[in-house]
């Protein structure tokens, strides 16, 4: 009678200290995957913040203001002798003319 009940207890305390090692590893784990939420925030702010900056740099109005500036040794563009009208006045190295060649749609090359 006394066996089984120290058995029974013996099972009983196990189980407890498996759960807790489990409770604690899981613990462990969401404070890993709060770390990273922390990062990943941290990294998207800087991400927009440098993104910011580069379309500020890269403005239109900045592009013509450095031109136009005095100790800038950029001269503005010269017009041709029959220019061709624009609707919309394009500024040079911002728009992409065609789209970049992804190498896996080339004749001949298999997708893994």
């Not at 029974?8 to 709060?34: F, M, P, T, Y």
């Not at 001269?75 to 220019?83: K, M």
């Given at each position: ?19 807790i ?16 939420h ?6 998207k ?68």
């Amino acid at each position: 009678m006394f066996f089984r009940f120290g058995s029974a207890l013996c099972l009983v305390v196990a189980i407890a200290l498996v759960g807790i090692a489990i409770e604690k590893h899981n613990l462990d784990l969401r404070r890993d995957i709060s770390r990273q939420h922390f990062q990943m925030d941290i990294l998207k702010e800087e991400h927009n913040r440098l993104r910011l900056r580069s379309q500020r740099l890269a403005a239109v109005d900045r592009l013509f203001e450095t031109v136009t500036s005095n100790e800038s040794e950029l001269q503005p563009p010269t017009r041709p002798v029959n220019p061709q009208p624009e609707a919309v006045p394009r500024v040079p190295l911002l728009f992409w003319q065609q789209p970049v060649k992804d190498p896996r749609h080339e004749p001949g090359m298999t997708l893994p």
